[in-house]
């Protein structure tokens, strides 16, 4: 007998039972898209994740005041950091691995132009800035170095601040107020998007100088909320991390083992959120598998009950002339046309769910040729699987009691 | 005439696990190639028991069974399937037609276990229904047809392989008295082109069609005078 009369036969064996064919796919048909879309989900979470950090920087370093201990826990209002110190990092030969550094001197304020009034965060900085936190402008230009040695009255905005103060008029060449002193607007920043940790999007940026000078209370102008620096490449973080450290201890006239600050990386945070990820996708994979064991044993019970239903057409076969291995082969082609048929129809629906699910989650759940391919296999195995046995019990039915019953 | 049958001491028991039942106790029986043979004997006789051997659905427990000259009663299970598949037509009782196919692929069944290409298979299932007088009924699904033609359909699928042994077991039992005519007279038309058959009944009207009668009671046998040739 031909493998395509097999295919054939077992088709029409399929066929002419086709509401239980149906039924017994869908246990397959749902372990499967249920898994699709688990692992689809947690795909997209990790992706979403890695974007949105990247978004942050992937080199950059945050360097804070404050040490923090095994628990994560820091020291709230210690004012460690100086500008000092972000020139020592700035220093090639103290930290040749880094790039670019932005100290950080912020304050809330309130900004009014004309009626309007806006709460937002003032972030004082170096023109190294946009490199270091990688942004761009949409309009104007970022402050010069002269503004910056001057402590020139000058300010960029974020999109969000901008927006908020001047509506859809252009904003540069404007002035604000802001703790009674008027600024002049010369650039609008890019939008970056809110993501979950901050908001990027809403600032005040201007010279350091001339926050200190102008905003900030005297004897707090010299202390720093934080120093951005760039490492030279994503591979560079650790060395320029260590370099930070030994240059801020000795600064700092701390022990390695006692710091005064903390520095964090994105890359850290990066890799504690995949671990996160996957351990929940492996997780909810492994319970959507469950459904998948389900699904087999209904098809190894619905092969059971169809040989024996088929007791008299084996014997009949058997009697024309059909091997047991013949027989063993109808049946197990059988079942793995039903668990294959089933995952077919289970990725089609797991690709549907993702494509519903991804605009209604906002977050790309993704499908993947390799994981369809996997599932597709899968479901042919748990057929086979499931078809053993029953393939078995047929094959070994004796001819005559086969063909005695009634 | 050849021997196309030979059994030789054929025992056949059945062990229920209590009690040991033997069904045939010692069973010689030698049928002739080109013969028509009917075997005889009320239900519990061993009748169904020796139909099955003959078939080689079974084995004996004991003796040697030869068909063409082969010993086939130590085969395994694919030999025997290998042996039914090319030497024996079955046509039973219950005509065991597959009700899902029609009368032409019902006929084809026991070429496609012997592996013949599709085209032959339709030439050859065509030429044997013609035989039995039904290639205007070949598309028809066995629900169909009335209990007559689906019993030529299966004598139609007995022919089809070219076997040396036609193995009828009561094939008029579910038959009116038309159609059981019917039958015998196609098993006629093929005893005189030179098939061998082998009619297992228990009707005496049935088994006197046959040219040698055998009667078989309490799992031996024993032979009537034979029917002048």
Redesign the interface.
């Known amino acids: ?2 493998w395509s ?1 097999t295919f054939r036969t077992a088709i ?1 064996a399929l066929l ?1 039972r086709r509401m239980r064919s149906l039924l017994t796919m869908l246990g397959i048909l749902i372990g499967i898209a249920a898994v699709m879309l688990t692992v689809g989900l947690g795909e997209g979470a990790r992706h979403q994740i890695t974007a949105e950090i990247n978004k942050l920087g992937s080199n950059l370093l945050i360097v804070m005041p404050g040490s923090s201990s095994a628990s994560g826990q820091r020291t709230a209002g210690v004012q460690s950091l100086t500008l000092e110190d972000a020139d020592t990092i700035a220093d090639p030969l103290v930290a040749p691995d880094v790039a670019g550094v932005a100290p950080m001197m912020g304050t809330r304020v309130s900004v009014q132009h004309g009626t309007r009034d806006w709460a937002s965060q003032v972030t004082g900085t170096t023109t190294d800035w946009p490199a270091v936190r990688a942004r761009g402008l949409v309009d104007g230009r970022f402050f010069t170095e002269v503004e910056q040695a001057s402590a020139a009255q000058v300010v960029v905005l974020g999109p969000t601040t901008a927006g908020n103060l001047f509506a859809d008029s252009p904003a540069v060449g404007q002035e604000v107020v802001m703790s009674g002193q008027t600024f002049l607007v010369v650039g609008v920043l890019e939008s970056v998007g809110a993501s979950s940790m901050t908001n990027d999007d809403d600032t005040v940026v201007m010279p350091i100088t001339t926050v200190a000078q102008r905003l900030v209370p005297p004897a707090s102008a010299r202390n720093l909320q934080a120093i951005y620096v760039a490492a030279r490449d994503d591979a560079a973080i650790s060395s320029a991390h260590q370099q930070i450290t030994r240059a801020l201890t000795v600064n700092h006239a701390k022990t390695a083992a006692d710091p005064d600050f903390s520095i964090m990386t994105f890359q850290a945070l990066l890799t504690a959120m995949n671990t996160m990820t996957s351990v929940l996708t492996t997780l909810l994979a492994g319970l959507a598998a469950i459904s998948l064991v389900v699904g087999g044993i209904g098809v190894m019970n619905i092969m059971l009950v169809s040989v024996s239903e088929r007791v ?2 084996i014997g ?11 027989i063993r082969r109808q049946f197990l082609v059988e079942a793995g046309i039903l668990g294959l048929l089933g995952g077919t129809l289970g990725v089609a629906l797991g690709i549907a769910g993702a494509a519903i699910l991804t605009p209604l989650l906002d977050l790309q759940v993704t499908v993947s040729l390799p994981a369809t391919l996997l599932a597709l296999a899968v479901s042919l195995g748990i057929g086979l699987i499931a078809g053993t046995y029953p393939a078995a019990r047929a094959a070994n039915l ?3 009691d086969a ?1 005695r019953s009634e | 005439m050849n021997a196309l049958l030979q059994m030789t001491g054929v025992r056949k028991t059945y062990d229920t696990g209590v009690v040991a039942v033997e069904a045939l106790r010692g069973v010689d029986l030698t049928v002739a190639e080109g013969d028509f043979v009917a075997i005889m004997g009320p239900s519990g006789s061993g009748k169904s028991t020796l139909m ?1 051997i003959l ?1 080689c ?2 084995v004996p427990s004991a003796g040697t069974y030869e068909l063409s000259g082969v010993d086939v009663s130590h085969m395994t ?2 030999e025997l ?2 042996v ?3 030497r024996i037509g ?1 046509v ?1 009782q219950q005509f ?1 037609l ?1 009700p ?1 196919m029609t009368a032409l692929r019902n006929v084809q ?2 070429l ?4 013949v290409s599709k085209a032959e298979r339709h030439d050859r299932a065509m030429d044997a229904l013609t035989r039995v007088g039904l290639a205007d009924r070949v598309d028809h699904r066995p629900g169909e047809l009335s209990g007559g033609q689906q019993q030529r359909v299966s004598v139609a ?1 007995a022919l089809v392989t070219d076997p040396a042994l036609i193995l009828a077991d009561e094939p008029t039992g579910n038959l009116d008295s038309v159609s059981t005519r019917d039958v015998l007279t196609l098993f006629h038309e093929l005893h005189d082109a030179g098939r061998t058959i082998v009619l297992i009944t228990h009707e005496a009207d049935v088994a006197q069609e046959a040219r040698r009668v055998v009667r078989i009671t309490d799992g031996l046998l024993s032979e009537d005078a034979g029917v002048p040739a």
Not at chain 2, 112 to 115: D, K, L, M, R
């Open positions: 007998m031909s009369e029409e002419g008299r057409e009949l076969r058997k009697a024309l002339g059909a091997t047991p291995a013949l004796p001819p005559i063909l | 099955h078939g659905l079974d299970e694919a399937a290998d039914r598949n090319r079955f039973f065991n597959l899902s069944l026991p496609v276990y012997a592996g699928r």
